[in-house]
């Protein structure tokens, strides 16, 4: 059974930082796009970065030059590091993997259950 669970969540400062963590579990037989997802009081989700199993990032406007993603390939993680951060930035994020769990299966998106941030004074 594919698992994705997130970590690093909790309550934060304006301009503070945090760094959420992602560990996939499971049976795993291709690891495709990877990224982290948001969903703040009263909004949809949305796509805060994505990354590409060769690396490549790509970030959503609100949050480029602030967060980082990154993954680690052998250990099956995510990761964002969220620097400067706002109170527009309060909200579940979720993080989302595009894997195929064997070689007689279709690739699908699989979901953690989320980690809330807060930003406030």
């Known amino acids: 059974q594919v698992q994705l669970v997130e970590s690093g969540g909790g309550l934060v400062q304006p301009g503070g930082s945090l760094r959420l963590s992602c560990t996939v579990s499971g049976r795993i037989f291709s690891l495709n796009l990877m990224g982290w997802y948001r969903q703040a009081p009263g909004k949809e989700r949305e796509l805060v970065a994505s990354?590409?199993?060769?690396?490549?990032?790509r970030y959503a406007d609100s949050v480029l030059g602030r967060f980082t993603i990154s993954r680690d390939n052998a250990k099956n993680t995510v990761d964002l590091q969220m620097n400067s951060l706002k109170p527009e930035d309060t909200a579940v994020y979720y993080c989302?993997?595009?894997?195929?769990?064997?070689?007689?299966?279709?690739?699908?998106?699989?979901w953690g259950k989320g980690t809330l941030v807060t930003v406030s004074s």
């Open positions: 990354i590409t199993s060769s690396g490549t990032g």
């Open positions: 989302n993997a595009n894997l195929r769990a064997s070689a007689y299966r279709y690739a699908m998106d699989y």
